[in-house]
């Protein structure tokens, strides 16, 4: 089985300030790891993800993340945060064998304080 | 690529009526997923479909709860009897069946119970 704990349902930063939003997986095979973003009344935007490739993942809007198996972790990170990257956040994780079925985190809500 | 298209955005309905949401997905995505969002939720997989074939319905939350994808194109969700918990937003979203495809979402419908 396959889940995602996302440490941090509230992260508050600075504008210019780095972004680290915390993603933790469990998964019994090689995990697909993705994140998400989502603003007020919109459905989910695809930022990043992670099939097995390289470790270090880039994405749009200049975030990336780092899959660390031997953390299982999928961290989430931008080195300078807009105003613009204000909304919520979720890590999803799939695996091979699960038809593609997504396992959604409970999600952060980043807040950029100018 | 249009985007994955639901409808409508928002449905207000009184308890104990019958509600119909239609999504329209990605033309060429032949994997069609539904998800319920309550409040402060990630996003809580319903059921999926490939092509035609709904090839997992034991998360549906209810036998009040049902989807159809007829013709392997667009896919409906229907709530029988609506109660007051039924009030979320419920997401569809596409994928091609290719391994580790992201999911790509609609909007959303935003469903209200009175």
Redesign the interface.
Known sequence: AQSVTQLG?HVSVSEGALVLLRCNYSSSVPP?L?W?VQYP??????LL?Y??AATLVKGINGFEAEFKKSETSFHLTKPSAHMSDAAEY?C?V?A?GT?????????TSLTVIP | DTG?S?DPRHKITKRGQNVTFRCDPISEHN?L?WYRQTL??????LT?F?NEAQ??KSRLLSDRFSAERPKGSFSTLEIQRTEQGDSAMY?C?S?S?R??????????T?LSIL
């Not at chain 1, 009344?41 to 695809?46: F, R």
């Not at chain 1, 038809?99 to 999600?107: A, E, I, M, V």
């Not at chain 2, 391994?99 to 959303?108: E, I, K, T, V």
């Open positions: 349902s697909y993705f998400y009344n919109q459905g989910l935007q695809l993800k099939t097995s979720f999803a799939s091979l038809g593609n079925q997504f396992y959604f985190g409970t999600g | 994955v639901q994997r997923y402060g939720q990630g996003p809580e997989f999926y490939q090839l997992e997401l979203a994928s069946d391994l580790a495809d992201p999911q790509h979402f609609g909007d959303g935003r």
